[in-house]
């Protein structure tokens, strides 16, 4: 139950694609998801973070979805460009807890 | 700027030896975490630390030990205990909070040779 099941494991699109990432969990008592991009050789970093009491929210490029009845959660980049290969891990951590629970990542590359 | 210090970036370990990784934060959080990457991989938990002087064993601590004297500094001893060491190490810091997430280090590769 405190699983985050990432999805796809790898994806390529070309530049000015728009490549989405999903998670699915379980647990309800998740109430903050955040996601995290990791340049290779370097610890990951807070991209963008989401409350289940919101839908969607966008910073920039980078747009969360979020179906709060469905357990799910995307990350969807918008004209993506080559410096945005990396990967991304979703997280997901009840209010009660400060750990976070990640899912196992997904190496993005966009094709230039 | 505030941030958490891993170091060293490279480390290498001989069969049989102890090694010790050091993570330091000036960020003031209170909660302290060390994950493991294998290439490809996700991010599984050692150890975490939410107050001094008390820690408690993630999904994978057999052969790691770790130790929070003080609140700033969490290092992580990889034992020979440990069979298959070599990885990517990462610390993370946390605070409470309902929209505090982690702040990671940039890591320590291990190898063994």
């Known amino acids: 139950q405190q699983q985050v099941k990432q999805s796809p494991q790898s994806l390529i699109v070309q530049k000015g694609g728009i490549p989405i990432i999903n998670c699915a969990y379980e647990?309800?008592?998740?109430?903050?998801f955040p996601w995290y991009q990791q340049f290779p050789g370097k610890g990951p970093a807070l991209l963008i973070a989401?409350?289940?009491?919101?839908s969607e929210k966008k910073e920039g490029r980078f747009t969360i979805s979020f179906n709060k009845s469905a357990k799910q959660f995307s990350l969807h980049i918008m004209d993506s460009q080559p410096g945005d290969s990396a990967t991304y891990f979703c997280?997901?951590?009840?209010?009660?807890?400060?750990?976070?629970?990640f899912g196992s990542g997904t190496q993005l590359t966009v094709l230039p | 700027d505030g941030g958490i210090t891993q170091s060293p970036k490279y480390l290498f370990r001989k069969e049989g030896q102890n090694v010790t990784l050091s993570c330091e934060q000036n960020?003031?959080?209170?909660?302290m975490y060390w994950y493991r990457q294998d290439p490809g991989q996700g991010l599984r938990l050692i150890y975490y630390?939410?107050?001094?002087?008390?820690?408690q064993k993630g999904d994978i601590a057999e052969g790691y030990s770790v130790s929070r004297e003080k609140k700033e500094s969490f290092p992580l001893t990889v034992t020979s205990a440990q069979k298959n060491p070599t990885a990517f190490y990462l610390c993370?810091?946390?605070?409470?909070?309902?929209?505090?997430?982690?702040?990671f280090g940039s890591g320590t590769r291990l190898t063994v040779v």
């Open positions: 997280a997901a951590r009840a209010g009660s807890a400060r750990q976070l629970t």
């Open positions: 630390s939410q107050i001094v002087n008390d820690f």
């Open positions: 989401i409350r289940p009491d919101v």
């Open positions: 647990n309800t008592a998740f109430d903050y």
């Open positions: 993370a810091s946390s605070t409470p909070g309902r929209s505090y997430g982690y702040t």
């Open positions: 960020l003031n959080h209170d909660a």
